[in-house]
């Protein structure tokens, strides 16, 4: 019964997936795509038809599972998902592999940004609008999305927003679970639009202004054309997009506070202030280091900062060649890449609460050296932190850094240098799409054997979890009743 369950959740699920999958179809429709009419009606319609029956058995026997279950559906959903958004890829005749199909797609629902493809404005424009929404949609969560739509998975529905949402803490900011995923759905779709928005006013045609604003406040990062953003060659765009990608960033609790009026505990919020703080220190920076390379501060400016807020919310945008930049600004956006954005957000890394933590709790560990029999405690947002999450935070960073040197050594073993493969493993747990060496700008995933593009599906998929929900579920202890 308890297999069967999941199962049902499962393709209720994919069915929400299936039915996003319509926007595209019905762009491939009215363009008179015919490939894509069926790369993807067809996939579409046979998960819709399974969910169907699923959800209308729902209906009369409501659903309900084990907290821990949580974490199989939500590893299962995302692969799934995977594997549905795969088939538009495999489908439409292009030059897709399954394996590169599945990479494609895991790249857009962990929000990754990373491609195989050399020629991205040769693909139909229904697949580009595809690529696009499933960035959107694993941005802010597919579960999170299907709690919002329909109280289904009742008291197990927070469970699987903790085995979703990132960050080492997850909080209702509303009573009730479908409120706190409404609330969140709703401030991602009122940022989207405004940027769609000033995308068209910036000059943008409306199919691109809608793509680029998806993958933007996703944290994805791609572009409809070969070039990216540096195709408008907009410093308008530019920094609109460096805007909402520090936006995307942001706990999206805070929106809700912000809308409430309730101004003081953003101004006291420790996390955010400490992500704005990194990046206005790390831009500033690299605006200097380039000042030679643009020979101005305005265009030093554009460059250095859009790359920190790439780098820093994971996005992985680029809009210039920065691996021929001087040292030390490569050296920055390097150092970026093991931050991360806020917790609840779309961006993924470790999470600037996590470093914060940590930061208190080693100037403790200080001030224990030097009076022994003192009691300190970490502070966050003005309260008292509790010792759990300092364990927690500890664990998750020494687990991520142990996954991130076995993808690396993994990536080495197959012929790729040190510097590539540990700055590509970085690059896909964290989330990002782009980094130096192998996956530098001008670079993509396409050259590496297919052995490694399943591994750096499954890493992002897990990067996008946060690493406990994928890797719990490979110890002996979960299987146990």
């Given at each position: 019964?308890r297999?069967?369950t999941?199962?049902?959740?499962?393709?209720?699920?994919l069915?929400?997936g299936?039915?996003?999958?319509?926007?595209?179809?019905?762009?491939?429709?009215?363009?008179?795509?015919?490939?894509?009419?069926w790369?993807?009606?067809?996939?579409?319609?046979?998960i819709?038809?399974?969910?169907?029956?699923?959800?209308?058995?729902?209906?009369?026997?409501?659903?309900?599972f084990?907290?821990?279950d949580?974490f199989?559906?939500?590893f299962?959903?995302?692969?799934?998902?995977?594997?549905?958004?795969?088939?538009?890829?495999?489908?439409?005749?292009?030059?897709?592999?399954?394996?590169?199909?599945?990479?494609?797609?895991?790249?857009?629902?962990?929000?990754?940004?990373?491609?195989?493809?050399?020629?991205?404005?040769a693909l139909?424009?229904?697949?580009?609008?595809?690529?696009?929404?499933?960035?959107w949609?694993?941005?802010?969560?597919?579960?999170?999305l299907?709690?919002?739509?329909?109280?289904?998975?009742g008291?197990?529905?927070?469970?699987?927003?903790?085995?979703e949402?990132?960050?080492p803490?997850?909080?209702r900011?509303t009573?009730?679970?479908t409120?706190?995923?409404?609330?969140?759905?709703?401030?991602?779709c009122?940022?989207?639009?405004?940027?769609?928005?000033l995308?068209?006013?910036?000059g943008?045609?409306?199919?691109?202004a809608?793509c680029?604003s998806?993958t933007?406040?996703?944290?994805?990062?791609?572009?409809?054309?070969?070039?990216?953003?540096s195709?408008?060659?907009?410093?308008?765009?530019?920094?609109?997009?460096?805007?909402?990608?520090?936006?995307?960033g942001?706990?999206?609790?805070?929106?809700?506070?912000?809308?409430?009026?309730?101004?003081?505990?953003?101004?006291t919020?420790?996390?955010?202030?400490?992500?704005?703080?990194?990046f206005?220190?790390s831009?500033?920076a690299?605006?200097f280091?380039?000042?030679?390379?643009?020979g101005s501060l305005?265009?030093?400016?554009?460059?250095?900062?859009?790359h920190a807020?790439s780098?820093?919310?994971?996005?992985?945008?680029v809009?210039?060649?920065y691996?021929?930049?001087?040292?030390?600004?490569?050296?920055?956006?390097?150092?970026?890449?093991?931050?991360?954005?806020?917790?609840?957000?779309?961006?993924?890394g470790?999470k600037?609460?996590?470093?914060?933590?940590?930061?208190?709790?080693?100037?403790?560990e200080?001030?224990?050296?030097?009076?022994?029999?003192?009691?300190?405690?970490?502070?966050?947002?003005?309260?008292?932190?509790r010792?759990?999450?300092?364990?927690?935070v500890s664990?998750?960073?020494?687990?991520?850094?142990?996954?991130?040197?076995?993808?690396?050594?993994i990536?080495?073993?197959?012929?790729v240098?040190?510097?590539?493969?540990?700055?590509?493993?970085?690059s896909v747990?964290?989330?990002i799409g782009?980094?130096?060496?192998?996956?530098?700008?001008?670079?993509?995933?396409?050259?590496f054997?297919?052995?490694?593009?399943?591994?750096?599906?499954?890493?992002?998929?897990?990067?996008?979890?946060?690493?406990?929900?994928v890797?719990?579920?490979?110890?002996?202890e979960?299987w146990?009743?």
């Open positions: 019964m297999t069967l999941l199962l049902r959740i499962l393709v209720i699920l069915g929400v299936a039915l996003i999958m319509l926007i595209p179809l019905a762009l491939a429709l009215i363009l008179g795509e015919q490939r894509m009419i790369a993807l009606g067809l996939p579409a319609g046979i819709i038809a399974a969910a169907l029956p699923a959800f209308f058995s729902y209906r009369k026997n409501p659903l309900r084990r907290a821990r949580g199989l559906l939500v299962l959903t995302w692969v799934g998902m995977s594997l549905l958004g795969a088939m538009p890829f495999y489908l439409s005749a292009r030059e897709f592999s399954f394996t590169n199909a599945f990479f494609e797609s895991a790249c857009g629902f962990a929000t990754t940004g990373a491609t195989t493809i050399t020629d991205v404005e139909p424009k229904s697949l580009l609008l595809w690529r696009s929404i499933s960035h949609v694993g941005g802010m969560g597919i579960v999170l299907t709690v919002a739509l329909m109280p289904l998975l008291v197990g529905g927070f469970q699987l927003i903790k085995a949402v990132s960050g803490e997850k909080e900011i009573p009730k679970i409120a706190t995923a409404k609330v969140m759905w709703f401030t991602y009122i940022l989207t639009a405004v940027l769609v928005i995308f068209r006013i910036g943008m045609e409306w199919l691109d809608f680029h998806f933007t406040m996703a944290s994805g990062g791609i572009s409809t054309k070969n070039s990216g953003l195709w408008y060659n907009s410093a308008f765009i530019d920094h609109v997009t460096m805007v909402f990608m520090l936006l995307a942001l706990n999206f609790n805070l929106y809700f506070r912000l809308a409430r009026g309730k101004f003081k505990d953003i101004i919020n420790t996390e955010a202030r400490v992500y704005l703080g990194i206005l220190i831009a500033a690299i605006t280091t380039l000042i030679p390379v643009y305005s265009a030093s400016w554009r460059f250095g900062a859009f807020a780098i820093l919310s994971t996005t992985g945008a809009i210039a060649d691996s021929v930049w001087p040292a030390f600004a490569q050296a920055i956006l390097f150092a970026l890449m093991f931050v991360g954005g806020c917790s609840s957000s779309t961006a993924g470790i600037v609460i996590r470093h914060v933590v940590l930061w208190k709790q080693t100037g403790n200080l001030r224990r050296i030097l009076f022994p029999q003192g009691v300190f405690s970490i502070q966050l947002n003005k309260k008292v932190g010792k759990d999450v300092v364990y927690g664990a998750f960073v020494f687990l991520y850094a142990a996954v991130v040197t076995i993808v690396a050594l990536t080495a073993a197959s012929g240098d040190i510097f590539s493969s540990f700055s590509t493993a970085l747990i964290s989330n782009v980094g130096f060496g192998a996956i530098g700008p001008g670079h993509n995933f396409g050259a054997p297919d052995q490694l593009k399943w591994l750096y599906s499954f890493a992002m998929i897990a990067g996008r979890l946060e690493l406990w929900t890797l719990i579920l490979f110890t002996p979960y146990r009743r």
